[in-house]
């Protein structure tokens, strides 16, 4: 009867530890993916060329998550929430600003290469030649409020915004 009990305290000590390696273990995969089943979203630094002198935009915080649905006819809908928050920097002067740019954001991509993007409280934009001749913004934008973009030949070919904008080239302009 003793030996019994032993075996049992030994598959109960057996299943302790591994519940303590193990389950730790799948706390830190959870605490490491804040999206759960949804998708995090990756950002690189990039320079945008939009304004008199090029602007270096990096991360400083990235906790966006992202859905991604694809409809029958081929149309995708990305929707991203979370925060985000970037550092722009006047590659000339030095000069950096930092926004806090965590949208939401919903954009639709047409099989046809149109898209729609609609993007609610803080946003930014780096408009490039050709969608700043058809916007007559200028080539950094930052808004807050509700902003809808329609894309088009690889161009912003609309862009309205029941909000506020700030000329993102000015302030970097120092």
């Known amino acids: 009867m003793k030996r019994a009990y032993s075996s049992v305290a030994a598959l109960g000590f057996s299943i302790l530890v591994c519940a303590l390696v193990v389950f730790p273990s799948l706390v830190r995969a959870q605490a490491t993916n804040q999206c759960g089943p949804r998708q995090p979203v990756t950002i690189d630094s990039r320079t945008i060329n939009g304004c008199q002198f090029p602007i270096e935009v990096a991360v400083v915080s990235n906790n966006e998550c992202q859905d991604v649905v694809t409809l029958a006819d081929g149309t995708t809908i990305t929707r991203i929430t979370g925060r985000l928050v970037l550092s722009f920097t006047n590659n000339d002067t030095g000069f950096t600003i930092v926004r806090n740019?965590?949208?939401?954001?919903?954009?639709?991509?047409?099989?046809?290469?149109?898209?729609?993007?609609?993007?609610?409280?803080?946003?930014?934009?780096?408009?490039?030649?050709?969608?700043?001749?058809?916007?007559?913004?200028?080539?950094?934008?930052?808004?807050?409020?509700?902003?809808?973009?329609?894309?088009?030949?690889g161009a912003v070919i609309s862009f309205s915004l029941n909000g506020t904008q700030v000329n993102g080239c000015e302030l970097l302009n120092d």
């Open 101 to 153: 740019v965590s949208g939401p954001t919903t954009e639709t991509d047409h099989p046809d290469g149109t898209a729609t993007f609609v993007g609610e409280g803080e946003n930014w934009f780096g408009f490039g030649p050709r969608s700043q001749a058809n916007t007559g913004e200028p080539g950094l934008v930052f808004t807050s409020g509700l902003v809808a973009l329609q894309i088009a030949g």
